[in-house]
């Protein structure tokens, strides 16, 4: 009676064990989705934002150039 209940003590254990690591590797897998959506996302600005100075650039050079032929 005692060695069952053991038994049963300790399947139950193994069992939210298993579940628990499920867990884990299913929010690591979460954080670096998120992490990397949020690189992309910045690295998206960043090439959106210099493309936008690189066409403002050559707007005020263009401009200075009319000055002096």
């Given at each position: 009676?005692?060695?069952a ?5 300790m ?8 579940k ?13 989705a998120?992490?990397?959506a949020?690189f992309l996302m910045t690295?998206?600005m960043?090439?959106?934002?210099l493309?936008?100075f690189?066409?403002?650039?050559r ?7 009319l000055?002096?032929?």
């Amino acid at each position: 009676m005692v060695l069952a209940r053991l038994v049963c003590f300790m399947l139950r254990i193994l069992i939210m064990n298993r579940k628990r690591q499920e867990r884990e590797s299913g929010q690591a897998v979460t954080e670096y989705a998120t992490v990397l959506a949020l690189f992309l996302m910045t690295a998206l600005m960043i090439l959106v934002l210099l493309s936008a100075f690189n066409e403002y650039g050559r707007r005020i050079l263009s401009l200075v150039g009319l000055d002096y032929p």
